[in-house]
Every structure is written in structure tokens, then in C-alpha cells.
């Protein structure tokens, strides 16, 4: 059976950092393309970047709003997924999910973990 | 900027079809951008109904199908279930980023 549970999540400062995690099983996840979604309070779904499996080159891409603020990066030896987020803004607030990527759909879905940047 | 439309909300009998689309603020909705469909109900996770247009997810129910209408891709429920109010999402992969439309809420009365 397919599992993600994310974690990570929490209460932050505007301008402070944070790390997510997403721990995977059931699946052969060095092949498998990963990705991170959220959803803000109360509005829609929101696509935040994804990466590569090590053999398509492992690369990232990222949605423009959190380019070059927030970094994906994976341990497939852990079967863990990262989002390292810098410079956290009020308008990131929200439950973060991390998916698989299969027949450029998001196959699979974790349970999401909720960041709250504010004062 | 790449706007995903959808229609925000439909209402639809129980025992009816429904037929949401997936369209672009600009241009036609393309096979090659694989659409994609996810329902959600309050509080939980997305769950993964149909990919690469018109495949249907494990589990999913043959009431639930995909196809591409006119410019758009589309999502028809036929045989609508009470438990089948929720928010639908599409989304179309643009090659190198994905793009959600805004949501559909259903409403089954």
C-alpha cells in the first residue's frame, strides 16, 4: 500500500525558514517523480514544485511564487521527500502536500501537514 | 500567466449527470496537457479520479469519466450520489510546471 505522511509543519515567522517532510513506502520511490501541492485557507489547490527521479536527472522546477525561495530536494535511501522554505511570506500559509507524479498526474496523495507564517 | 477556468459552482439531482469542464483563458485545452481530475471533500487529502484524460484511478467508480468537449477537457458524473458533493479540480501539465483550475463545488440535491 501506497504511503506519504508529511511533516514538518508549524507556526513561523515572515522571513523565517522551514523544512517539510515527506516520508514514502509502498513504492519504488528512486523511480518515482515527486511533487509538493498546497492549499491556502479556505482556497484552491496550488502546484509548488517537483523533482525528478535520479535516472530522468533528478532536476526541479518550481511554480513562480516561491521560485528561488523554496528548494525540493530527496533522499531516496531514506524514502524521503524535502521542501526547504526560506524567506517565508503570510501568503504560504497553508496545509502542504506531497504527491507522486505518474502519467503527468498526481497519482498519489499524502495527508498534508499545515504551515502558518505569521507574527 | 496560464489561467485554468473551471466552473466555480453546479448543482445537479440525485440520479442525474453532470458534465464540469476544464478550459484556458486563452486557447484550447490540448491532449498533450494530459488533464487530469481530483475530487476533494473538506478536510481530506485530494483523491486522484482521472489521468492522461480519461483513465480512471484504482478504485474509482465507472460513473466518473473523462473526455475532451469541444476546446476543453471534461469531467462527467453520471448517476450523481450524495456523497459525490465536493470540490472537483482539474489540472493540465504545461510540460515543465503544472497548472490547477480554480475548483468546481458540486452540490447534489
Known amino acids: 500500500e501506497v504511503q506519504l505522511v508529511e511533516s514538518g509543519g508549524g507556526l513561523v515567522k515572515p522571513g523565517g525558514s522551514l523544512r517539510l517532510s515527506c516520508a514514502a513506502s509502498?513504492?519504488?520511490?528512486?523511480?518515482?517523480?515527486m511533487n509538493w501541492v498546497r492549499q491556502a485557507p479556505g482556497k484552491g489547490l496550488e502546484w509548488v514544485g517537483r523533482?525528478?527521479?535520479?535516472?530522468?536527472?533528478?532536476?526541479?522546477d518550481y511554480a513562480a511564487p516561491v521560485k528561488g525561495r523554496f528548494s525540493i530536494s530527496r533522499d531516496d535511501s531514506k524514502y524521503t521527500l524535502y521542501l526547504q522554505m526560506n524567506n517565508l511570506k503570510t501568503d504560504d500559509t497553508a496545509v502542504y502536500y506531497c504527491?507522486?507524479?505518474?502519467?503527468?498526474?498526481?497519482?498519489?496523495w499524502g495527508q498534508g501537514t499545515l504551515v502558518t507564517v505569521s507574527s | 500567466q496560464t489561467v485554468v477556468t473551471q466552473e466555480p459552482s453546479f448543482s445537479v439531482s440525485p440520479g442525474g449527470t453532470v458534465t464540469l469542464t476544464c478550459g484556458l483563458s486563452?486557447?484550447?485545452?490540448?491532449?498533450?496537457?494530459?488533464p487530469s481530475w481530483y475530487q476533494q471533500t473538506p478536510g481530506q487529502a485530494p483523491r486522484t479520479l482521472i489521468y492522461?484524460?480519461?483513465t480512471r484511478s484504482s478504485g474509482v467508480p465507472d460513473r466518473f469519466s473523462g473526455s475532451m468537449v469541444g476546446n476543453k477537457a471534461a469531467l462527467t458524473i453520471t448517476g450523481a450520489q450524495a456523497d459525490d458533493e465536493s470540490d472537483y479540480y482539474c489540472?493540465?501539465?504545461?510540460?515543465?510546471?503544472?497548472?490547477f483550475g480554480g475548483g468546481t463545488k458540486l452540490i447534489v440535491l
Open positions: 504527491t507522486t507524479v505518474q502519467w503527468a498526474a498526481f497519482d498519489y
Open positions: 509502498g513504492f519504488t520511490f528512486s523511480n518515482t517523480w
Open positions: 523533482v525528478k527521479s535520479r535516472t530522468d536527472g533528478g532536476t526541479t
Open positions: 486563452s486557447g484550447s485545452v490540448s491532449t498533450n496537457y494530459y
Open positions: 492522461n484524460i480519461n
Open positions: 489540472l493540465l501539465y504545461m510540460g515543465s510546471f503544472w497548472v
